[in-house]
């Protein structure tokens, strides 16, 4: 792909002769005619990776150009242009953080060497930050596909900047995971990291949790507790599930954020804390904010920026890796001879949509070890196996009746990977345990005793 340049200069016949300069040796090339039209297109897709720039512009200079494109992220390059007589301004420049000048009038071959050697150190970082993401993020995913890879590179960019970050993603792709990577991608890697599941506790005892509160608050409360904010001051804060948080709450949640100090259940007055959030969530926020359950004003402040997380039946190139390192890790967490995987299995195992995602890939996994002889691991004994023989719709079924056959294997292969238990195939297939209740009832799965009791 051409390397983009965009020339600012207010002299038109400056950016006449570097864009037939500059394209002739294969860049594409953009122009601006100050430096205040210069910032607009950078704020357009698809982003710039030098900015070549007059010192002297109307409106902003070159100065101020440099000033704030640098405190941008990621932040193309620049390059100043300069009369004779301003190498002062260069020099000042480059420690601003310019990464090279030449001056006017200037000469062509002393043009294409700034800008060549500008283009190879933006090449040698764009690898070095990749490199890096995908080194961050495999501390805690393992994945080889370019949409994980992209997402490391991401999260290499944020994690650095101290802001707000929402993770969104299916349950089981590994969202508290990337919440790691973040941390330690950033400042605060070696300050408190607090993890919160606002679906684990009712509101009364989450606030109480999250906000701390003074002796004698409330019934129970025989001590103080300075609460999950507190204890991350100087740190990050995730707050996973976050769609799941009570209305009330999330007042509380939007004051602090906007604010900066806490106020616990009892005590007159605030506690300044200092902290990062970084909050997750598999639920569609947008959809719950039109239907009323989700703040909107909470939801932008928490969508600074946002980091989503693919399924895993997105990036089926993943599968490979994931299950050579869940089988290693089983085998040798149970004490078992190593378990190949062969060509029958990863077949099998790809063929699956894996609704839980990797925690599901894991499970099943898990699950096939124990029950293994020999070192053989059985496919059948995997989703992807259990839904072979499973009924499907008949042909000439209607849409309805085939997304009925389909819903009802992704519920029996969630209950099998499970081992039954309820609670979590609901958490894989991303559910509550009474719509899960429901669906069994639907596809006519409960047993008789059951019915009776509901």
């Keep these: 792909m051409k390397a983009r340049v965009l020339v600012a200069d207010d002299d038109a016949g400056v950016r006449y002769t570097l864009r037939g300069l500059l394209e002739d ?3 594409t090339v953009e122009e601006a005619v100050d430096g205040e039209a210069a910032l607009a297109r950078l704020e357009q897709e698809p982003p710039v990776d030098l900015v070549l720039s007059d010192l002297r512009m109307p409106r902003v200079d070159g100065m101020e150009l440099l000033r704030r494109v640098r405190a941008r992220s990621p932040a193309p390059r620049v390059i100043l242009i300069t009369a004779h007589g301003s190498e002062r301004h260069a020099v000042e420049a480059m420690k601003l953080g310019a990464l090279d000048y030449f001056r006017k009038p200037f000469d062509v071959d002393d043009v294409l060497a700034v800008v060549r050697r500008a ?23 393992v994945f080889v596909s370019q949409a994980m890879a992209r997402l490391a590179l991401l999260i290499q960019r944020v994690g650095p900047r101290d802001v707000t970050v929402l993770i969104t993603g299916e349950s089981g792709t590994g969202k508290e995971r990337v919440a790691e990577a973040l941390v330690r991608a950033s400042p605060r890697a070696d300050k408190p990291y607090v993890r919160f599941n606002c679906a684990a506790l009712a509101p009364e005892l989450a606030e109480a949790e999250l906000f701390g509160h003074a002796k004698g608050a409330f019934t129970g409360a025989v001590r103080l507790r300075r609460g999950l904010f507190r204890e991350a001051d100087g740190g990050t804060l995730l707050l996973d599930e976050v769609g799941e948080l009570a209305l009330p709450l999330q007042a509380k949640l939007l004051r602090v954020l906007q604010e900066g100090e806490v106020r616990p259940l009892g005590e007159d007055r605030a506690f300044p804390v200092d902290v990062r959030v970084l909050a997750a969530t598999h639920r569609d926020l947008p959809q719950r904010v039109a239907e009323g359950r989700f703040r909107e004003d909470l939801y932008y402040r928490l969508k600074v920026v946002t980091l989503q997380v693919p399924p895993l039946r997105s990036r089926p190139e993943d599968i490979a890796a994931l299950a050579r390192h869940f089988l290693a890790r089983h085998t040798e967490r149970f004490r078992m001879p ?7 299995l990863l077949e099998r195992l790809t063929a699956y949509r894996w609704p839980g995602n990797v925690r599901e890939l894991e499970n099943a996994l898990e699950s096939a070890v124990v029950l293994s002889a020999d070192g053989t691991l059985d496919p059948d ?33 969630a209950l099998a990977t499970s081992q039954g238990q309820r609670t979590e195939a609901a958490r894989a297939l991303g559910i509550g345990r009474a719509t899960l209740h429901d669906k069994l009832r639907k596809h006519g799965l409960l047993q008789e005793d059951e019915e009776s009791e509901h």
């Design 25 to 27: 040796d294969g860049l």
């Design 119 to 141: 283009l190879g150190l933006v090449r040698l970082e764009a690898e070095n930050e990749r490199l890096a993401g995908e080194v961050n993020l495999l501390r805690s995913l």
């Design 338 to 344: 190593p378990v190949a995987l062969t060509p029958e």
């Design 381 to 413: 004994l995997l989703p992807g196996g259990a839904e072979a023989s499973m009924p499907q719709a008949p042909s000439g079924a209607t849409l309805r009746e085939r997304m009925d056959a389909h819903e009802r294997e992704l519920i029996l292969a």
